[in-house]
Nanobody
Framework: QVQLVESGGGLVQAGDSLRLSCTPS???????????MGWLRQAPGKEREFVSG????????YYTDFVKGRFTITRDNAKNAVYLQMNNLKPEDTALYFC?????????????????RGQGTQVTVSP
């Protein structure tokens, strides 16, 4: 099973930007070439929610409404990495952001079943 590792979170002010990265952990032999990879997030006391996904076959991105125009998901095929550029961050974006892989966008949006997911990277946006 592919293990995913996130990085790039931090504490920023409203209006700032962050770039999250998701890469397979060292020693992972299996690479992801099918399905979809993307980002979920969970804020304290709230349900986990879909943020963005990208199909590995065609690199077409998908976003939930509250991040459209602010977040951009990209993929580096050579590194099997996925990135999330987050601009104009808002306090309501504060959450633990998870990288995940699934067979379909529907599964990623639902949060289950997932082929793999990381431990998460914390994003905190102050007013």
């Amino acid at each position: 099973q592919v293990q995913l590792v996130e990085s790039g979170g931090g504490l920023v002010q409203a209006g700032d930007s962050l770039r999250l990265s998701c890469t397979p952990s060292e020693g992972t032999l299996t690479t992801l070439t099918t399905g979809v990879m993307g980002w979920l997030r969970q804020a304290p006391g709230k349900e986990r929610e879909f943020v963005s996904g990208i199909y590995l076959s065609d690199n077409i991105p998908y976003y939930t409404d509250f991040v459209k125009g602010r977040f951009t998901i990209t993929r580096d095929n050579a590194k099997n990495a996925v990135y999330l550029q987050m601009n104009n961050l808002k306090p309501e974006d504060t959450a633990l952001y998870f990288c995940a892989a699934a067979n379909t966008l529907g599964a990623l949006v639902a949060g289950t079943p997932l082929r793999s997911r990381g431990q998460g990277t914390q994003v905190t946006v102050s007013p």
